[in-house]
């Protein structure tokens, strides 16, 4: 592919231009508010500034430069400290508008009553002039100048429990208007053909989605392909969880899809959660790629340059706004 270089990736502490994102992880969680979601999983609580920071300062010992936190409004996000830890350690941050599963909302959040046009202009305003405060608890009212870069989207465990579509169309109505990426947490991938195809039938383009967690099963490989075959970006995110399968099968997986031709279009990161960063007492921590699993890619046969591409080229053509 070739390299476009544009001032058109939004962190929380301004606009960049592609080529200055550098080493990426491409789906992280480094402030998660005690809430709804830590009430369904104690692991997603992640709310001290200080050990974030440390966290960060770990991947900057490794090379680090930028990272996506993949948490949107309404349920955790935490929007000044994403500020405070992109100034204090001087790293790239791109934040999520959109949402999550709704498991990770109450019944009577506004998430649930907004209809599809006041969605729509959330998620725009949060991409185009600044982030919303207070939206766990409150309507969105309140915002800081930082902006967000991508927009989450979710579908939950079995289906999309949407049946008007009203968050995925608002979230792919706003992708078109402004370009930006479209990042998808899918939970197999049955769903994940399932929402490129809404996705593209509402005119996203191909380059704009990027599905997350396709890793987490290792099988139905030619799914993985069909989908990159269409120019969408495979974001490859289960390393180091070994409930799900060891770093060897993934580091084997990728190596496939680099030898198949796919190269271009693998996106790596950790999905970290309070158990998995070590700061917090967890058990990898933010410099586990660099330091264990990168190593291992290139044991598997992964070439050095492909590496670069996951970790620098791809993000930085992934999250550009179009």
Not at 6 to 19: D, K, M, S
Request: proline letters at 3%; a negative charge; aromatic letters at 8%.
């Amino acid at each position: 592919m070739k390299d476009v270089v544009r001032l058109a990736i939004h962190t929380v502490l301004g606009p960049i231009h592609n080529e200055q994102l550098g080493f990426c992880h491409s789906h992280e969680h480094l402030f998660i508010a005690d809430g709804q979601p830590a009430r369904v999983n104690a692991a997603l609580r992640i709310d001290d500034i200080a050990l974030t920071i440390q966290e960060l300062l770990l991947f900057k010992e490794v090379g680090g430069r930028s990272l996506v936190d993949a948490q949107p409004l309404g349920c955790g996000r935490m929007e000044k400290s994403l500020v405070l830890a992109a100034q204090e350690t001087d790293t790239h941050i791109v934040a999520s508008t959109g949402f999550h599963k709704m498991i990770f909302y109450p019944s009577e959040h506004w998430i649930h009553t907004y209809d599809e046009a006041a969605l729509y202009e959330v998620f725009v305003h949060e991409l185009t002039v600044g982030m919303y405060t207070g939206t766990d608890r409150g309507e969105p009212n309140d915002f800081i100048d930082a902006q967000a870069g991508v927009i989450k989207t979710a579908i939950d465990e079995e289906r999309i429990q949407d049946p008007e579509k009203k968050w995925f169309r608002a979230a792919a109505r706003a992708a078109v208007e402004t370009g930006a990426p479209l990042l998808c947490h899918t939970e197999s991938c049955v769903q994940a053909v399932q929402l490129v195809d809404l996705y593209r039938t509402e005119g996203v383009p191909a380059n704009q989605i990027i599905v997350c967690h396709l890793d987490r099963n290792l099988g139905q490989l030619e799914i993985h392909k069909q989908l990159a075959d269409l120019g969408v970006y495979l974001e490859y995110d289960t390393i180091g969880r070994y409930k799900y399968h060891s770093d060897e099968e993934e580091a084997d997986l990728i190596r496939h899809m680099v030898e198949s031709g796919y190269e271009d279009l693998i996106l790596l990161g950790l999905d970290t959660t309070r158990h998995r960063l070590r700061s917090y007492g967890g058990t990898i921590g933010l410099d586990h790629l660099s330091r264990r699993f990168l190593p291992l890619l290139q044991q598997y046969g992964v070439p050095e340059a492909a590496v670069r591409k996951m970790m620098v080229h791809n993000p930085a053509q992934a999250f550009d706004i179009k």
